[in-house]
């Protein structure tokens, strides 16, 4: 059966819940107070089988308090009966009901002319041809007007009838979208636990799956499912449910909570939007208004802040933020309202573009474009912008699961596309780490630029360390760099040499007078074997003049004849790899050395045992146990 779920809307007392019990059977008012009052207060459901049709019925409060409460019910709704009593007709809660529907993206419906019986048949058609020019120009615009009695029982036929063929028309909501379920009630049952019960928004839910309970983060599992208070393995978008969950207080959970599958939704605070003013609102909305924001179940406090304006008049629309005092749960392309702090009426509502927005320079056109195409673009499109305002950083497929409507393997698939037509490069598969092939390009074209620069500079250096390249040429993410310098040493644009980059096209040019200075100089450190000098010593053993043995110097350690272990101590490749097979052999037959031994083992001081100490632990060969040292078991 095609399932639905129908909300009921309109002024207090115009026979919403009479409706209701007429259709199904069903007395939606459960409380105490509301028995009392005779009122609805809180939200009612009920079950309605028309033929093919499996109808879930949302019956909401009309009373101008309980708005909030009408908010919390509505926003899942496939399509409403827009009830209007006949003897009193349009009412202020019919208006701002029908524009809460209309707001809140309801497409279709119809209006239900109630207590037929107690006006006479013209009184019945004047008040029909009110209806028509009230709805005119809204989706409930040539949408049937059907007369009912909920006491005669008149009507109702051909009210059902209406239902099913709008019902039929409805499409249905997408079964493979994120799982989730905006909370409306909670309860404990003897026996069961913590039951929470929503519509359904999207995706699906089987028994025994873990949740997550946003925006607190708590963790549970789906012990049972009703739908329409049938027991059922799995749930699907677009259907009343209740869920059994085990793991929870009923203290932890409340209405404006969220049930999802881990990851694949995100808390934020921030929004950006784009919203409608209603025409009739009685004052224009300025930067800074705090407002109310009601999204799914949740009624949270916040402010908005204008893009492109800083006032908006009613009837308008405009992309704006929304800052919130709380943290929400929601996704790109849901609805909201906007209801004013004080006193409490509605002020208009529109679609979310972005969950996640950084702070926008409210009068700044590159603003306005960049919501403009979030709204306009479909979710590949939209993936696209994300990927482009990550620039030289990236993002990896848990940053963009919650910004977009699609679950993390949908996403996957988009990103392997636009991988496949060049759009799109993938940084690291495990994670689907990507940017934009553009920025990719962008990362390569800075390091070549900046040794470009460099080798300028430098003549006489053999290349630039590679952190400075990575820190100088846009600070790039360290997995983003290692696969650029990957990508330029496959197109022989540059190469490695250790840890030092240098463009392939360049060499130092080194004259007569500085190549006899570097190879007396590195003969100076070869001799010495184990107790190198000194720079300043070398120097002046040496002689060299000028600059030159500065510039030998640098060229000997770029080249990777000397290394540097301290300022003022460099070593010999030679002495050092000697030093190497020294520490091998004696811990092969000893299993562990101190400082002490290896300062007799090699007949040098401690001042330069322990530099070299340290460099064999940082090149993985050894590996400090309190004081002593030991072979690392990688480097066997």
């Known amino acids: 059966m095609k399932h639905v779920v129908i909300g009921t809307a309109g002024h207090i007392d115009h026979g919403k819940t009479s409706l209701v019990k007429a259709l199904t059977g069903t007395d939606t008012d459960r ?8 009122i609805t207060i809180e939200l009612g459901f009920a079950e309605l089988i028309l033929d093919n049709v499996h109808a879930g019925i949302v019956d909401v409060p009309g009373h101008e308090r309980f708005v909030k409460n009408m908010l919390a019910g509505v926003g899942g709704i496939d399509l409403v009966m827009l009830i209007v009593a006949a003897d009193e007709g349009i009412m202020p809660q019919t208006r701002e009901h029908l524009s809460i529907c209309r707001l809140l993206g309801v497409k279709t419906g119809l209006i239900v002319l109630t207590k037929t019986d107690l006006v006479e048949p013209e009184w019945v058609e004047l008040v029909t041809d009110d209806i028509q020019d009230f709805v005119k120009d809204t989706f409930l615009e040539e949408k049937p007007i059907v007369p009912v009695s ?26 493979t979208g994120i799982f989730r379920i905006p909370i409306d009630r909670v309860f404990t049952m003897r026996g069961f636990g913590v039951v ?4 359904l928004f999207s995706g699906s839910v089987a028994v025994g799956e873990q949740v997550e309970v946003y925006p607190k983060a708590l963790q549970a599992r789906v012990r049972g499912l009703q739908v329409h208070g049938e027991p059922v393995e799995k749930s699907t978008a677009g259907l009343r449910t209740a869920v059994n969950l085990q793991g929870l207080e009923r203290t932890d959970v409340f209405r404006g909570d969220i049930i999802g599958h881990r990851g694949e939704l995100k808390t934020t605070y921030m929004l950006d939007v784009l919203l409608e003013h209603l ?7 300025k930067t800074r208004n705090r407002i109310r924001f009601h999204a799914g179940t949740a009624e949270i406090m916040g402010r908005i802040s204008l893009i492109g304006r800083d006032v908006l008049e009613p009837g308008d629309s405009t992309f704006a933020q929304v800052r919130l005092e709380e943290p929400i749960v929601v996704l790109p392309r ?6 004013s702090y004080s006193p409490i009426i509605t002020l208009g509502g529109g679609e979310i573009l972005d969950i996640m927005p950084r702070k926008h320079r409210r009068l700044r056109s590159s603003s306005i474009d960049h919501l403009k195409s979030l709204y306009q673009g479909d ?14 950083n990236g993002v990896e497929l848990e940053d963009i699961t919650g910004r977009l409507t699609l679950k993390p393997s949908d996403i996957q ?6 991988s496949a037509h060049g759009e799109v490069q993938i940084i690291d598969q495990a994670n689907f780490f990507s940017m934009t092939r553009a920025h990719f390009k962008t990362a390569q074209n800075n390091i070549l630029s900046f040794l470009s620069n460099y080798h300028a500079e430098n003549p006489l250096r053999t290349g630039a360390p590679r952190e400075e390249v990575r820190g100088k040429a846009g600070d790039i993410n360290e997995k983003i760099f290692a696969a650029a310098l990957k990508h330029l040493n496959e197109s022989n644009e540059i190469v490695e040499n250790g840890a030092i980059l240098r463009l392939a096209s360049h060499s130092v040019e080194i004259d007569e007078t500085l190549g006899e200075v570097k190879t007396k100089l590195e003969t100076i450190f070869k001799n010495a074997h184990f107790q190198p000098p000194s720079v300043e010593d070398a120097f002046s053993l040496n002689g060299g003049q000028g600059n030159s043995n500065q510039n030998a110097l640098q060229i000997l350690i770029d080249e990777g004849a000397l290394l540097r272990l301290k300022d003022n101590i460099i070593y010999h490749e030679n002495a050092l790899s000697e030093a190497e097979k020294f520490l091998r052999e004696h811990l092969s037959q000893n299993n562990e050395i101190t400082a002490a031994e290896f300062r007799d083992l090699l007949g040098i001081t401690r001042k330069h045992a322990i530099p070299l100490l340290e460099y064999f632990d940082t090149a993985r060969i050894t590996l400090r146990v309190g004081d002593k040292r030991v072979i690392r078991p990688d480097a066997r």
């Open 334 to 339: 849901d609805r909201f309202v906007i209801r």
């Open 413 to 418: 698939k988009i990103i392997q596309e636009l």
């Open 279 to 285: 025409a009739d609102a009685p004052r224009p909305l």
């Open 31 to 38: 409380l105490k107070e509301e028995k009392e009052r005779g």
């Open 196 to 199: 929470i019960t929503g519509t």
């Open 379 to 392: 979710e590949t499109e939209r993936l696209l912008i994300l990927l482009r305002d990550s620039r030289l």
């Open 150 to 175: 909920a006491h005669t029982g008149d009507g109702l036929e051909n009210l059902e009838k209406a239902l099913h063929e709008i019902a039929n028309q409805t499409p249905a909501k997408s079964e």
